[in-house]
């Protein structure tokens, strides 16, 4: 597979074929896949090329997935496998069928449903918390809604990862350094804002503003 910033339907990426674009952001482009193998459909997060040899771009896309794998609960999404194929770094994860917290509000949805949302995305990032990790980046396109109403938190490519080992501390110093901002500034709690101190209360103000 040849190196593009966008890969063309019919594409390999290791054994992931690839059907068509869902999206693309800063930190990759998002496709829906198929892996022939287990007959069954995925997504993949593929770095943009550009981004292929900047080092830090490179290990946050990395610490997305290892957060996400951390975590094994019904309202996160799972990551299926991370590699690497002919100098192509992806994420293998689950294909979530619904619509995302921002669609569904600009459909309007009575106040049960979105207190039934924001309760199962709690819960989540409760799970997410008690493991050490804080998102950092909760907003309405990152939470997704399936179609029986399960609610899925996605995107840990900029969570803070617990300080359990030298290597995270060492890495996070990297991708965090004092007076950086990360996140979105519309639901970004004071602290981050202000490149101070993040915690888990940071999560719960972002989520509370979604």
Do not use: W
Not at 4 to 31: F, H, K, N, Q
């Amino acid at each position: 597979m040849q190196q593009t910033d966008s890969l063309e339907a019919g594409r390999t990426v290791d054994r992931y074929e690839v059907v068509t674009r869902i999206s693309a952001g800063g930190m990759g482009e998002v496709y829906k896949a198929r892996d022939p193998l287990l007959e069954r459909e995925l997504v993949l997060k593929v770095l943009p090329q550009r981004m292929q040899f900047h080092s830090e771009a490179l290990e946050r896309f990395v610490r997305e997935a290892r957060a996400a794998s951390a975590l094994n609960h019904p309202n996160i999404v799972t990551i299926y496998a991370i590699g690497q194929a002919d100098g192509c770094h992806f994420i293998a994860m689950e294909l979530v069928k619904g619509r995302t917290l921002r669609q569904l509000g600009h459909e309007g949805a009575p106040a049960k449903v979105v207190a039934q949302v924001g309760s199962q995305a709690a819960k989540a990032l409760a799970v997410a918390h008690e493991a050490g990790i804080v998102h950092r980046d909760i907003k309405p396109e990152n939470v997704m809604i399936r179609d029986d109403g399960y609610v899925k938190v996605l995107d840990f490519g900029i969570a803070q990862l617990s300080e359990s080992e030298t290597a995270d501390r060492d890495a996070d110093s990297r991708l965090t350094r004092p007076g950086m901002v990360v996140g979105t500034m519309r639901y970004m709690s004071p602290e981050q804002a202000t490149a101070a101190d993040i915690t888990p209360a940071s999560d719960v103000f972002s989520l509370g503003i979604v």
